[in-house]
């Protein structure tokens, strides 16, 4: 299976995030980790963004769920 790589202009696009939000995030442990690709470049695996990406819809629809049942009490 090939791996694609993204490069932070795509991921930036991908999640909506800034590139300081982007790194923040990496620093406390809740995105993924860029792979280095040589020098001073990085980028992300495809699969990665798309796993970050689907677990933020998953809480989204967790949290929602949620707020459907409280209001029907």
Known sequence: MT???LRLPSVKSRTGLSR???YLRIS?????KPIA???RTVGWIEDEIDDW???AVN???KLESGKVRENKR
């Open 20 to 22: 300081s939000t982007i």
């Open 28 to 32: 406390q442990g809740i995105f993924p």
């Open 59 to 61: 809480q989204r629809e």
């Open 3 to 5: 791996k694609r790589i």
């Open 37 to 39: 690709l040589g020098g």
């Open 53 to 55: 990406l689907n677990e």
